[in-house]
């Protein structure tokens, strides 16, 4: 069927933070300079914010320069930190560290514990305000290319497509977005931007990109147990010290408390399921007490780029750009990213809109790197470069390393420590086998603190079309049983926080007992079993538009 055809001037694909601020700054400049330039965000999630989760403790220093009277306009940032505290725990016990031992870029006095979605959602007014033409539910699904080999703009996925790929009575082709710059704003591990770093070589010279995994739960918790502006990070227990990771608590708006956990994606041992740790964090003596005779009301997980400054890649390419997420900006240590992505995407918009104003089209943006390289992001990455690298010493060792480097940074001695330590292997490499490590019993859920992965998913409102084809394609559908099944026990049963994939009896086979069922219809798009797949055996691509996670208040 052929496809119908929009033409724009700039095409953003991604409706976060970054993507959102690149088009109010396109429109921005517009006004300023009396031009008119034609602005289109897709989103694949159902509305603006469906699919964003973050901690999140935001610095507000982008949103300052995007939008300097964001309070008057009502900007979603109603609770200013007041009380800031690192923990580090035991099994059994919590220790504080005293603040003045932090780094200063550690504090969060300034920052404001936010919903990022709803930040988005309200960045989405703004920018329509302007003019910009936002398209919810409509996943880009293809890069489309001229005969040059430039990106002429994106394809939306098509729709009404049944599993054994027939064309259902509701079915719909894709439309063509044709522009004269494409700007990618996918959010971590973005399946187009994957594409485009191939296709360009964009990360030649550079380290992989490492990861973590995010999983959050949003609580309304008793008034009497809610401490609004209190912001508590910690490390240690239930994850061991080779074993990188952390938690976060942050209590907001009315009686709502943001608890999450994170561990990193480099992780050695199979059996480690992040989900279960996460279960397991909330019941240590210093974190049942806020949740107990509280309620559970949302739950989300999502990949988290760690890679840090050394694993940023090439960021322009004919026809277009990475901004926010998509190449990778977040300070891993602050445990912020907003801040970096909003801006990156005014940095893309800005050359983009000079490119416009000369007449120039579909070739690179180069004044986009050059302006990251002059900008306060570039800074903010390069005093914690050396931080993330400095785990593979484990976790302890590491931590006093990178925060000798982030406490001569804040001396004014950075000078001191010129070098940048590089990341040698992707996630996906790290684990060993399953006999060689040890097994993990995690406790069983309780229904009151601790609950299981498919009543996680029900409160993430997670919904797909079940008569589509799956988003979550092997390469080789043997894999999983030949080499993850056998050597690693079968790890994506376990690294899967929304109980997409588990082994079970295959009653067709002769061969193997078991096999694969990929139950995507719970996946909240986290990203992690991309990442983190042994042998880069799972694709994941868009599903059919609007589904997923429909995340309120994350």
């Given at each position: 069927m052929p496809r119908e055809t929009m033409e724009y001037d700039v095409v953003i694909v991604g409706g976060g933070p970054s993507g959102l601020s690149a088009a109010i700054r396109l429109k921005q400049l517009a006004a300023e300079h009396g031009r008119e330039v034609g602005v289109c965000v897709l989103e694949k999630g159902s509305e603006v914010?469906?699919?964003?989760?973050?901690?999140?403790?935001?610095?507000?220093?982008?949103?300052?320069?995007?939008?300097?009277?964001?309070?008057?306009?009502?900007?979603?940032?109603?609770?200013?930190?007041?009380?800031?505290?690192?923990?580090?725990?035991?099994?059994?016990?919590?220790?504080?560290?005293?603040?003045?031992?932090?780094?200063?870029?550690?504090?969060?006095?300034g920052m404001y514990i936010v919903s990022l979605g709803n930040v988005c959602r309200w960045l989405g007014q703004q920018a329509e305000?302007?003019?910009?033409?936002?398209?919810?539910?409509?996943?880009?699904?293809?890069?489309?290319?001229?005969?040059?080999?430039?990106?002429?703009?994106?394809?939306?996925?098509?729709?009404?497509?049944a599993k054994d790929g027939s064309h259902k009575a509701s079915y719909q082709a894709g439309m063509e977005l044709h522009a004269k710059y494409t700007l990618f704003a996918e959010g971590c591990r973005g399946s187009l931007s994957q594409e485009l770093m191939a296709r360009f070589n964009l990360r030649e010279s550079v380290s992989p990109q490492l990861y973590g995994i995010g999983l959050k739960e949003l609580w309304e918790v008793p008034s009497e147990?809610?401490?609004?502006?209190?912001?508590?990070?910690?490390?240690?227990?239930?994850?061991?010290?080779?074993?990188?990771g952390g938690s976060f608590v942050y209590h907001f708006d009315e009686n709502l408390v943001s608890i999450g956990f994170v561990v990193h994606l480099n992780y050695q041992n199979p059996h480690l399921s992040p989900?279960?740790?996460?279960?397991?964090?909330?019941?240590?003596?210093?974190?049942?007490?806020?949740?107990?005779?509280?309620?559970?009301?949302?739950?989300?997980?999502?990949?988290?780029?760690?890679?840090?400054?050394?694993?940023?890649?090439?960021?322009?390419?004919?026809?277009?750009?990475?901004?926010?997420?998509?190449?990778?900006?977040?300070?891993?240590p602050r445990i912020k990213g907003s801040h970096n992505v909003m801006k990156t995407g005014m940095l893309g918009a800005e050359a983009a809109f000079a490119a416009l104003a000369v007449g120039r089209a579909h070739d690179e943006l180069a004044a986009y790197p050059e302006a990251f390289r002059q900008s306060w992001v570039y800074q903010d990455l390069y005093k914690v470069r050396n931080v993330k690298p400095g785990l593979k010493w484990g976790m302890w060792p590491g931590t006093m390393h990178g925060g000798a480097h982030m406490w001569l940074n804040d001396l004014g001695l950075g000078f001191l420590v010129p070098w940048t330590l590089r990341h040698k292997r992707a996630d996906n490499e790290s684990l060993k086998p399953a006999a060689d490590m040890p097994k993990i019993d995690y406790?069983?859920?309780?229904?009151?603190?601790?609950?299981?992965?498919?009543?996680?998913?029900?409160?993430?409102?997670?919904?797909?079309?079940?008569?589509?084809?799956?988003?979550?394609?092997?390469?080789?559908p043997k894999i999983p049983v030949a080499v993850n099944l056998a050597v690693y026990d079968g790890p994506e049963q376990r690294y899967c926080p929304a109980g997409v994939y588990e082994f079970v009896a295959d009653e067709s086979s002769a061969g193997s007992p078991k096999r694969l069922q990929i139950n995507a219809q719970n996946c909240v798009h986290c990203k992690t079993c991309d990442i983190k797949d042994p042998k880069q055996n799972i694709h994941w691509v868009t599903p059919e538009g609007g589904g997923g996670p429909n995340y309120a208040n994350m």
């Open positions: 914010g469906a699919h964003i989760l973050s901690g999140a403790v935001m610095d507000p220093r982008a949103l300052n320069e995007l939008v300097p009277d964001w309070q008057a306009k009502g900007a979603p940032l109603n609770t200013p930190v007041t009380d800031d505290r690192f923990l580090v725990l035991s099994e059994s016990h919590a220790r504080r560290l005293p603040n003045w031992m932090l780094p200063r870029l550690m504090s969060n006095h305000a302007l003019g910009v033409e936002i398209y919810a539910g409509f996943p880009a699904a293809e890069v489309l290319y001229d005969e040059r080999g430039a990106v002429r703009g994106v394809a939306t996925g098509e729709m009404g497509v147990k809610h401490q609004r502006g209190l912001v508590v990070h910690s490390q240690g227990w239930p994850l061991d010290s080779r074993t990188g989900y279960d740790e996460f279960q397991r964090f909330k019941t240590h003596p210093a974190i049942r007490g806020t949740l107990e005779g509280g309620k559970r009301i949302g739950y989300g997980a999502r990949a988290i780029n760690e890679g840090g400054l050394q694993s940023v890649p090439k960021l322009v390419f004919p026809g277009g750009a990475l901004i926010g997420c998509s190449a990778g900006f977040v300070n891993l406790p069983k859920y309780d229904g009151v603190i601790t609950f299981d992965k498919l009543s996680s998913v029900f409160v993430s409102n997670t919904n797909h079309e079940e008569d589509q084809p799956s988003h979550l394609q092997l390469r080789d």
